[in-house]
Structure formats: structure tokens, C-alpha cells
């Protein structure tokens, strides 16, 4: 975005190499970084209309269609320094939206929202990607990540050690737990030992109601652990599936 300079390696934009002589192609980029700047004494509306008036040339309508897309028109008259957080954020998006980009970085926009502003950038954030623009975010609020994410690369000290669709990586490293009584746990033990492909299980963790043990299988395969500890006549207080990419990220960058 031409905030930083590089001092080496290199980088591509929208499928080509990029250079800061290259910047007129940011016209197709919009960002936010972190918590938007605008003058407070001004109407939401009319930061918009400045900001539009500073870039390339948008549409007459085009601040009054950004409004209506962040869901600000009822608001747009009053004051930025009025606006909530969440507000304050929607209206930056709002703002990196004016060139109608085809990609849009942001960075932490969740970051200070309450319940009910997550909920609203969420909803805002798929009706982008439901529209053709690419959305990429930085974040270090996994649950999040979790809920709005296609994609996922989990940064360890400045290398991208992991990347691919979300989906795949929750799959291959979820879990099921189950709690079961403490006469019970060295035989189920043995028998969950087929599902880890030669892995020794973690010893079980005491609870107070019971022993739980992590077995690290598709959760989609929770039935099957089920049944065959039923058939061998031990039954479980507690089965859940577990899929979580803060443990995946804790197990990548430890």
C-alpha cells in the first residue's frame, strides 16, 4: 500500500510484479489499517466525499452506495466523532470501498468491536465476498478467522509456516474427546490406539467428573469411535468433536 518501503525480495499484485512505480494499480486495492482516520468534526458523508475528492475519480453516487453497503445512510449527517467503534470501522471500509476495489485488506477489523459490531462486520465482510472482491484479512482473533475465513496462512516469526482452505486444515487436525470412568480408560486406550496410525495417545486428564482423553481423528469420525468402544461394553459420559484453529496455530508456532 506504499506505507512501507521493501529493502529486498519481491512481491505481486493482482497477478503481476509491483513496485512503487506500479501504485496507480493500488486504484484496484482498498485497505484498512487497524482503526480509521477521519476528521471528527465532519459528517460521516462528508469524509467520505473529501476522501473521494483526494483519489481517482468515482461516480457522483458512489459515497451514497458505499453508505448503503455498511449500512451507515441513517447515520451518514452526524458526526464522525458521534460514530461507535463499530461504526468508526464500517465507515473506513466504506471508504476503502470508493474505487469499487477488486481486493480489500484489512487489517484487524474486528479489533475493540462489541458482540453486536462482530455480527455486523461479519455480515458486512460476506456480502463483499458474496459480490466477486477478494477479502483478505489480518488477525490475531482466531475464533473469528475461524467463522469468516476460506483460506487461512499462519505467520511464525516472519515465515508463513502453514497455508491452505480452512476447512482442510481443521479436518486434519481435529479431535474428538470423550470422558469415560477411570476403570474404563487403559482398555479404551487400547482400543483407540487403531484410529492414530501408530501415534501414542496422550495420557488421559483427570476431571472432576471423569478421565478425558483426545484422540486425533477426523471429527467426522466421532461415530465410529463411539461405536466401537459401545460394542467393547464401555460407554462414555461425554463425546464432542473438536476442530480449533487456535490449537492449530499454539501447535504450528510453539
Given at each position: 500500500?506504499?506505507l512501507?518501503?521493501?529493502?529486498t525480495?519481491?512481491?505481486?499484485?493482482?497477478?503481476?510484479?509491483?513496485?512503487?512505480?506500479d501504485?496507480r494499480r493500488?486504484?484496484?486495492?482498498g485497505s484498512?489499517?487497524?482503526?480509521?482516520a477521519?476528521y471528527?468534526?465532519?459528517s460521516?458523508?462528508d469524509n467520505l466525499r473529501v476522501?473521494?475528492?483526494?483519489?481517482?475519480?468515482?461516480?457522483?453516487?458512489?459515497?451514497e452506495e458505499v453508505?448503503?453497503?455498511?449500512?451507515?445512510?441513517?447515520?451518514?449527517r452526524?458526526?464522525?466523532?458521534t460514530y461507535s467503534?463499530?461504526?468508526?470501522?464500517?465507515l473506513?471500509?466504506?471508504?476503502?470501498?470508493?474505487?469499487?476495489?477488486v481486493?480489500?485488506?484489512?487489517?484487524?477489523?474486528?479489533?475493540?468491536l462489541?458482540?453486536?459490531?462482530?455480527?455486523?462486520?461479519?455480515?458486512?465482510?460476506?456480502?463483499?465476498?458474496?459480490?466477486?472482491?477478494?477479502?483478505?484479512?489480518?488477525?490475531?482473533?482466531?475464533?473469528?478467522?475461524?467463522?469468516?475465513a476460506?483460506?487461512?496462512?499462519?505467520?511464525?516469526?516472519?515465515r508463513?509456516?502453514?497455508?491452505?482452505?480452512?476447512?482442510?486444515?481443521?479436518?486434519e487436525s481435529g479431535?474428538?474427546?470423550?470422558?469415560?470412568?477411570p476403570?474404563d480408560?487403559?482398555r479404551?486406550?487400547?482400543?483407540?490406539?487403531?484410529f492414530?496410525?501408530?501415534?501414542a495417545?496422550?495420557?488421559?486428564?483427570?476431571r472432576?467428573d471423569?478421565?478425558?482423553?483426545?484422540?486425533?481423528?477426523?471429527p467426522?469420525?466421532?461415530?465410529?469411535?463411539?461405536?466401537?468402544?459401545a460394542?467393547?461394553?464401555?460407554?462414555?459420559s461425554a463425546l464432542?468433536?473438536?476442530?480449533d484453529l487456535e490449537?492449530?496455530f499454539?501447535?504450528?508456532?510453539?
Amino acid at each position: 500500500t506504499g506505507l512501507i518501503r521493501p529493502n529486498t525480495g519481491s512481491i505481486e499484485l493482482l497477478g503481476q510484479p509491483f513496485t512503487w512505480r506500479d501504485r496507480r494499480r493500488l486504484f484496484n486495492v482498498g485497505s484498512l489499517v487497524e482503526t480509521p482516520a477521519f476528521y471528527p468534526y465532519m459528517s460521516g458523508r462528508d469524509n467520505l466525499r473529501v476522501l473521494a475528492a483526494a483519489g481517482p475519480k468515482v461516480p457522483r453516487n458512489r459515497v451514497e452506495e458505499v453508505l448503503d453497503v455498511v449500512e451507515l445512510r441513517s447515520r451518514a449527517r452526524d458526526r464522525f466523532s458521534t460514530y461507535s467503534l463499530g461504526m468508526k470501522q464500517r465507515l473506513g471500509i466504506a471508504g476503502a470501498l470508493l474505487n469499487d476495489p477488486v481486493l480489500l485488506l484489512l487489517d484487524e477489523p474486528a479489533n475493540g468491536l462489541d458482540p453486536a459490531g462482530i455480527v455486523a462486520m461479519r455480515a458486512l465482510l460476506r456480502t463483499l465476498t458474496g459480490a466477486g472482491k477478494t477479502v483478505f484479512v489480518s488477525s490475531h482473533i482466531l475464533p473469528e478467522v475461524q467463522q469468516l475465513a476460506d483460506v487461512v496462512g499462519i505467520i511464525a516469526r516472519g515465515r508463513l509456516v502453514r497455508e491452505g482452505r480452512l476447512d482442510a486444515l481443521l479436518r486434519e487436525s481435529g479431535h474428538v474427546r470423550l470422558r469415560l470412568g477411570p476403570d474404563d480408560a487403559t482398555r479404551a486406550m487400547e482400543l483407540l490406539q487403531q484410529f492414530t496410525d501408530g501415534v501414542a495417545l496422550r495420557a488421559p486428564e483427570p476431571r472432576p467428573d471423569g478421565l478425558l482423553i483426545r484422540v486425533p481423528v477426523d471429527p467426522h469420525r466421532s461415530a465410529e469411535v463411539n461405536r466401537l468402544l459401545a460394542q467393547n461394553g464401555i460407554f462414555v459420559s461425554a463425546l464432542e468433536s473438536e476442530s480449533d484453529l487456535e490449537e492449530i496455530f499454539l501447535g504450528l508456532t510453539e
